[in-house]
């Protein structure tokens, strides 16, 4: 089972710009889909982006959107999230996922923490003001 390793977070003022990276620890070419996932103290897990692993598609919350762009690595061995205009409601711990789930048709469903069945340990983002 592949594993994932986030990095990249750190503290940032606001309005500035962080580049989160989960690197895979083998190949991915079982995977479907990957995805960026945040989550602070007493709150659920809340999506952030995901793409698609093989055509490339992606999906952005609506909060993030203009502001955060999710690519895949070179020889899609990683995922990225370029964040940029940085917000005061934007420090979590971000976690990257994975899932070998075919989410094509239901590409809506990307956007579902229970779709996926590998996760990292997490990156800690803060911003200050």
């Known amino acids: 089972q592949v594993q994932l390793v986030e990095s990249g977070g750190g503290l940032v003022q606001a309005g500035g710009s962080l580049r989160l990276v989960c690197a895979a620890s083998?190949?991915?070419?079982?995977?479907?889909?990957m995805g960026w996932f945040r989550q602070t103290p007493g709150k659920e897990r809340e999506f952030v982006a995901a793409?698609?692993?093989?055509?490339?598609?992606?999906n952005y919350a609506d909060f993030v959107r203009g502001r955060f762009t999710i690519s895949r690595g070179m020889a899609k061995s990683a995922v990225l999230l370029q964040m940029n205009s940085l917000e005061s409601d934007d420090p979590a711990v971000y976690y990257c996922?994975?899932?070998?789930?075919?989410?094509?048709?239901?590409?809506?469903?990307?956007?579902?923490?229970?779709?996926?069945?590998?996760w990292g340990q997490g990156t800690q983002v803060t911003v200050s003001s």
């Open positions: 996922a994975a899932t070998l789930r075919t989410l094509d048709t239901n590409w809506w469903r990307s956007a579902f923490a229970s779709e996926y069945d590998t």
């Open positions: 793409i698609n692993w093989n055509g490339g598609s992606t």
């Open positions: 083998e190949r991915t070419d079982s995977v479907s889909t």
